[in-house]
């Protein structure tokens, strides 16, 4: 969610501005997240439209995770 609202703030020059946004929060440089929403933001300025679904497509796979865990059943060997 905070990287889509990251890359909606910033058109112009994604990755200097997602990069600046970060700093602001204390974020350093090699942050796992920052790294992320920095990669987010230069591949949304080269695809907008494949960005979009690729952001898509994570928000319906994190929504997995509220799932119940399912036990496997396994057959006793004789």
């Known amino acids: ?3 889509k ?3 909606e703030s910033a058109p112009a020059a994604p990755a200097q501005d997602a990069r600046t946004a ?3 929060l204390g974020v350093g440089p090699y942050n796992g997240d920052a ?3 920095e990669g987010l933001a ?5 695809s907008p439209e494949f ?3 690729l952001v898509d497509y994570f928000t ?4 997995l995770r509220a799932l ?3 036990r496997s059943r396994r057959r006793r060997r004789r």
């Open 68 to 70: 119940p865990k399912v």
């Open 35 to 37: 790294l992320a929403i």
């Open 1 to 3: 969610m905070q990287a």
């Open 51 to 53: 960005t979009q679904a």
């Open 22 to 24: 970060l700093s602001r």
């Open 5 to 7: 609202v990251l890359l």
């Open 60 to 63: 319906d796979l994190s929504a």
């Open 42 to 46: 230069r591949a949304q300025s080269l």
